[in-house]
Structure formats: C-alpha cells, structure tokens
C-alpha cells in the first residue's frame, strides 16, 4: 500500500490548475434549464434528430448516423436500411395477448424507428443498462407479428457503455454511445457550411448538445482525470481507490482537499502581505533615493500601499511634475495589470515583481508592463541597498524602453 504523505500541500497545489480547468463551467442551454437530466428529455431531442421531417433542416442524416452506427454492430445477413424509417416515441411494446392478458404491465421503450421491412427499438440510459426493461420483449416487438419478419435491432443509447451491466439478454443489444453519434453528427454538419450558413439557430443548438452532453461537464474530461490519477499516484494518496465505503472516502478525501487549501490560500495571503511591506520599505529607504538620483523630472514624492481589492498588492510611488505613478504589483495584481496592458507579457512568472505607470484619471492600462527578476522570496528575504534590478526596470518603464 503506497504511504501517505502527512503534507499534502504539494499535492492540492498540483490539483488547484485541473480542478479548475474542470469546474470552470461556460454557458450552455442545456445546463441553464438542466435539460437532459432524466432520459425523457433527451429521448426528445434524438427522436427530434431522428425525424427526417423535423426541423433541424437535415433531412435523414441522423438517421443515416444513426443505423451507420448500429450495421458497424451487425452480422453482413442483419443490416438494416440506412434511412426510411418513422419515428415515435413512448411505445408500449407488450404483444396483444399480453395487452388482452392483462397480467403484465407496460414496457415502454423510448424510441421506436419503423418501416415496412425494418425497426429498431431504443432504450435511452445514461449507462448500457437494460434498467428492467425486457430485451425480449422489445426485439419481438421490433421484428413485428405475422410475415415475413422484419430486420429488426434493439439499442443502448447511452453516455457510457458498462458491459457488465447488460444482463438479462441485454448484452445482445447494440450499443451506441451518444459521443459516437453526435461526433458523426458535428463532423457532418462541419462539411457541409451552406447548411451552417442558413440555419444558424440549428447549428447553436446542436454545437450546444455536443459541449453539454460529449464535451463539457456531462461528459468525463479523460486527460483531466488521467491527470488526476497520477497525481494521486505520485503523492502517495492512491491508497484512497481502495478505502471503503467509497461515498465516505470520497467526502474524507475532500474534506482533507479543502481543509489544506484554506490553509494555503490563508497562509498564501501572509505571504502577499509580507512582500507588500519588504517592497514597501524597498521603495521609501531604497528605491527612491535610487530614482531619483537619475530622472531629469518627476522625482518621486510618496510611497503608497493603501489600495485594496484587485489593487491591495501594489506598492505606488507618486511622481512630481505630472509624470506617471509608478507601481511595483505582483500575484494577483500583476495579472490584472498584465491583461490591461496592451502589449503581451509572454510566459510570466507571478513569483516575480512587476514594474508598469499609470497616469493619473486613466482608464486603460499602461502601454508596457516589465517583468523584473526580483523574485517575492528575495523581497520578504530583503534587498540589499546596492540591488538596482527594480530601478532599472523602472527607467526602462518610465523611458517606454
């Protein structure tokens, strides 16, 4: 069993950028009106998909996305017609003498494609479960009474297969996953633009569907959670997967999780706070004195490190004769200082100190933003008298050099 480590600092800090590639959620209508979250609703929008008539302007393709998926499944003596089929919804498949009977209850299968000579009946689940349906029951009623017997297939429409599932007959039953098909879908749509271009309110829906329901939160991110397993792996905590039972693990796991990052975010902000001070005092002993010993105008007057907010970590040295303030921000501020400036900083390091200007009433942000090599340890550390990196990165700021 691999050991646990008794500081888990490293591992939340390692965890902190998936966790939030994962949990930053995006707008999507299907997750505004929770759409999708009961089988019902989806059965919906694929029988809608289905329909050769409907008004998603497709004609028959999804159906032929459809059975495409559903022949790759079938012997070369059981393919179904590529398209053709009515579509319905919520049908009872019991035969007649059981209806007539009255001794067994309703088996609903959610969708039903039809034709003369062929039909598919559709059980939708979020999983490749028969969930207590009767396959038998619904392959009879697919093959219809009487003859000749129609071509006839049962499916698993789901979001995820789980062979070990299908009991019961079920494992007989084609599967067909809902990123197999809206895949298909999205790369026949991408190949066909004048379609894009004439129905834009059908192309919004259906790239909404494939984010929701292939891509987005519904669906499991594989690169996140492989990710997610090796940090578990390498920190020692992956003795957790075998920890029973898994709900209280999971919310042990978590609760851990979030205790440790209070711990670093409060202890993180200490940390800010002490390098607001060492670069306060930097600048009104040091940094000044250094400034102006070498501007032509504008010496520096004050030092400020009263703002708060986005603000609270920059130290600002006020300037005579109308010339520019001149901030020293790091962490938090530094990134909004960074995407106000007009030019890129590219590949910042945050555990540096920044140098920008600032006008006085401006609104927009400064034309140029250094990056200098002090570092926020060298800060709380304290810089020696004779260190010139942030004066110099201040002449270049203020020169626009």
Known sequence: MAQRPTDMSGFVTALVPMLSRSLAEEFNVFRVMHHGTHEKQLSNVFAWLLAAEGTHALGDAFQRIFLARINTELSADKQLPPTGYRVAQEVDTRGDEEVAGGEVGMDIADILLSRQDAAVVVENYGTSDGHGHDYRRYLAHAVGPGRPRRAAAVVLLCHRREPHRQQDGWKQAVVVTYAEVLGDLHAHVARDPSWSRRHPEQLFFIQQMIDHFVEGQAAVNLDDQISFIKAMCETGESARYGYRPQDRAAQEFADLIAEHARRQLEDSRKTLAAVKAGLRSFAQTTLTKQVNETVQSGPVTTVEARLAGIWEWCVAMHRADAQPTILLVFGPTAVV??????????????????????????????????????????????LSQDDHRLRDAVLAVASGG
């Open 337 to 382: 200082e960074k995407e106000r400036a007009p030019e890129v900083v590219s590949d910042p390091d945050y555990s540096r100190v920044f140098v920008t200007l600032r006008t006085a009433g401006q609104q927009q942000g400064s034309e140029q933003i250094v990056q200098t090599g002090v570092s926020l340890g060298e800060v709380i550390n304290g």
